[in-house]
């Protein structure tokens, strides 16, 4: 993404694109990188002092923090800065948009391996939402624990004050993040250098565990622990678990603010707190119970705590709004019922809350958090999904290589085994934790993608029963020519999935009324492959005969569909039509489980349950209730 070419007189123009990327860059701090950023409270905590901890020894300290730098160096800074941001679907990243980019067509023709992308790409994005959970847990958690370190005295408090600072977050999801969304990157910024400081302050006392850049402190690692070192990248792991929102991030900044960001300020902050924390160590092991509020003196303790709740509640926004895009992007392609969105600022379009999500995000992490209790139990869990996610997405943008820009197999095959090699030796490390509590995510994650995958394979099962009850649009008007039927004056608007054929509230209401408006207005939203749809080519207005008009309106999926916008579009079309004049007849089935091969019994219940709850259309597309008629019909699946 490059920056606008557009100059302000007081600003060269060769100044301007540097500033707005640098206000970018600051604003990626704020929101890119909250949750990596926070990995330093845990990450290695869990190395030394975790379940499959090894001893913080000369040798085992310099290992790990070497394992620790070639993650970020090959996960972060290589994988996702270097090659998977190339992979843009129109500016925007994330897994459904990597998941649309490999599905587009290509030369007239389907993508070959389509079924199994689309497997991919909805596992991969039910596993965010455990993400989404588990990590606002994990952070505030292990923030708030912080003033254990202080004292005893608030060993008994730290799961309430966590509950009651994360149900704050939540229950101001409401009212938008545009105003706090102002100081994110400041605080970020002040959050970053005191990571830098306190690492610094140690390192300068060791300086010889700098030699933990070399890699071959991790060769002698795993030659020295073996198989329990394996286990350890488990820990290890924890320091790149962010690195999956830097590429779902992408639409909101932009590549280049990112990778400014990561490289001028995040990486080196983060390995100097590191150092730092090995440094402390290799000086005193026994703080190995929790190295990083060590590295404070003791009259800074408590402010650091304040710091890092602070930077830990920004983390979970970040993840919070991550969900709520996710959803919004499932929804527009089809993966999941329509649900209330609710636009929280009139400036950006991406600022959005949604109810339902937002109340089972709230339930789901106080269970977490009473349920596995403290920040370490919660690392047991935390790793699996992300892991495999990473995975996924090393896999589609591979096939994204090949099949969209037909890079060779020589040079995109070794690239993607390298990242591959990467992602399965995290994976496989991380597969110890399910009975520790690794099950969770996978658990909600399966529970997901059956959610999904039977709303969208419901649907287009309803869509071919539909299809088959209707008749093709040119025979009903050919029809007229013997039997016209009664016009009646004013707009009838007809929403149909199915641009071809004749809507089967439009044979309802000839069936039921025996009449017909003098104006009938066939709607069609087709979402597209792709996240933003050009205002020009939104709306297409197809005049036919006898009064008939078809009105295509095309919706990328990170946009929501809206009656007003598209009526407002049609008029600079050529449309003509009287609100007040007009009337919206939709088609409400009543769905009736059936033995005809589409789907197994319990997921014909479940998608009539999915449908039954469902916002209707009237609400989610903003028509005029006033306006609106429903025509029932049954249909079995």
């Known amino acids: 993404m490059s920056a606008p070419s557009r100059s302000t007189p007081t600003v060269p123009a060769a100044a301007e694109p540097s500033k707005r990327i640098a206000m970018l860059a600051l604003g990626a701090l704020g929101i890119v990188y909250g949750d990596i950023g926070t990995s330093p409270l845990y990450a290695l905590r869990e190395c030394f002092s975790g379940p499959h901890r090894v001893e913080p020894t000369h040798d085992n300290v310099l290992g790990v923090l070497s394992l620790v730098f070639w993650a970020l160096i090959i996960v972060v800074s290589v994988k996702y800065l270097v090659f998977v941001m190339r992979a843009d679907n129109r500016g925007e990243g994330g897994i459904l948009a990597l998941m649309a980019l490999a599905m587009q067509r290509k030369r007239g023709e389907e993508v070959k391996v389509r079924p199994v992308v689309v497997t991919l790409g909805v596992f991969g994005a039910a596993l965010l939402y455990g993400d989404g959970l588990i990590t606002p847990a ?8 912080g003033l254990s370190v202080a004292t005893p005295f608030f060993e008994p408090y730290i799961q309430p004050l966590t509950i009651a600072i994360l149900m704050g977050l939540f229950l101001i999801q409401r009212h938008g993040t545009a105003g706090i969304g102002a100081i994110f990157g400041p605080f970020m910024t002040v959050w970053f250098l005191t990571l830098a400081v306190l690492g610094v302050k140690e390192l300068v006392q060791y300086p010889a565990v700098i030699w933990a850049v070399s890699p071959l402190q991790a060769v002698k690692f795993f030659m020295h622990n073996q198989g329990h070192g394996f286990l350890v990248l488990g820990g290890v792991f924890l320091v790149v678990t962010g690195g999956e929102a830097l590429y779902a991030d992408m639409g909101h900044f932009g590549w280049r603010p990112i990778r400014w960001a990561w490289f001028v300020v995040v990486l080196p902050a983060l390995m100097l707190n590191y150092m730092g924390q090995g440094a402390l160590l290799l000086r005193d092991p026994s703080k190995a119970s929790n190295p990083f509020f060590h590295l404070a003196p003791t009259w800074a ?25 996710l959803t919004q992007q499932a929804i527009q392609l089809g993966y999941t019922p329509r649900l209330e969105v609710v636009h929280t600022s009139a400036e950006e379009r991406g600022q959005i809350y949604l109810p339902g999500i937002n109340l089972a995000l709230l339930v789901g992490i106080i269970c977490l958090v009473l349920g596995f209790k403290s920040s370490s139990n919660l690392a047991a869990a935390y790793g699996i999904s992300v892991t495999t996610t990473m995975t996924i997405t090393t896999v589609l943008a591979y096939v994204v290589a090949r099949e969209r820009w037909n890079v060779s197999r020589l040079v995109a095959l070794p690239v993607a085994a390298l990242f591959l090699m990467v992602d399965l030796s995290f994976w496989g490390s991380n597969l110890v934790k399910i009975a520790a509590g690794g099950w969770f995510p996978l658990l909600m994650a399966l529970c997901v993608f059956t959610l999904m995958t039977t709303w969208k394979k419901g649907r287009d099962i309803l869509a071919s029963r539909l299809r088959g009850s209707s008749i093709p649009l040119k025979q009903l008007l050919d029809s007229f020519g013997d039997h016209p039927p009664v016009r009646v004056p004013g707009t009838a608007i007809f929403m149909t999935g199915n641009p071809e054929g004749t809507p089967p509230a439009l044979l309802h209401n000839l069936k039921h009324n025996k009449v017909l408006h003098e104006q009938v207005m066939l709607l069609t939203i087709a979402s597209e492959e792709v996240p933003h749809v050009p205002p020009e080519d939104r709306v297409e207005v197809i005049k036919l005969e006898e009064g008939f008009v078809r009105v295509i309106a095309r919706y990328g999926f990170m946009e929501n569909p809206s009656i007003p916008d598209i009526l407002k579009r049609g008029r600079e079309k050529g449309l003509q039509f009287n609100l007040m004049g007009t009337s919206f007849f939709l088609g409400r089935e009543t769905l009736i489980p059936s033995k005809k091969r589409g789907m197994a019994m319990w997921r014909e219940a479940l998608f009539s349950w999915m449908s039954r709850n469902a916002r209707s259309a009237t609400a989610y597309f903003r028509i005029p209730p006033n306006r609106v008629v429903e025509l029932g019909a049954q249909v079995e699946l």
């Open 138 to 145: 994990i952070s505030v958690l292990s923030a708030v624990e």
């Open 301 to 325: 303790l408590y402010p650091l705590v304040v710091l890092a709740t602070g930077a830990t509640v920004i983390a979970s926004q970040a993840l919070i709004s991550g969900a709520f895009s």
